[in-house]
């Protein structure tokens, strides 16, 4: 039986940058693999790790769409939408939909990180 999950793989371009951003989104640490300069890890916040892997020909996704999909995105329970989208933008995400505007229901909202990648802030 699996006993836990050890992380959470990206691949992207640049993983030091992409480890940077979700370090700073998270509250943790950017950890270096010393046998390995293109695998960084973000430790040091409640939850699995994250982990950047660089992949030379990197497609970013395109959300939504199938042309270069998704393949996976992460969610985040937040207390504050606005403010914490205002925090993800400065940090360099960019707004893909703001889910909770277009559907009555909805809590969330879509961005991509600096790398393409889709995750979204859930209001808790």
Known sequence: MIRKLQAVALDCADPVRLAEFYAELLGGRVVADPED???FEVHGFEGTPLAFQRVDDHRPPRWPGGEHPQQLHLDFDVDDLDGEEERVL?????VLERTDRLRLEANWRVYADPAGHPFCLCLH
């Open 90 to 94: 400065a940090l360099g995400a960019t």
């Open 37 to 39: 300069p293109d695998w």
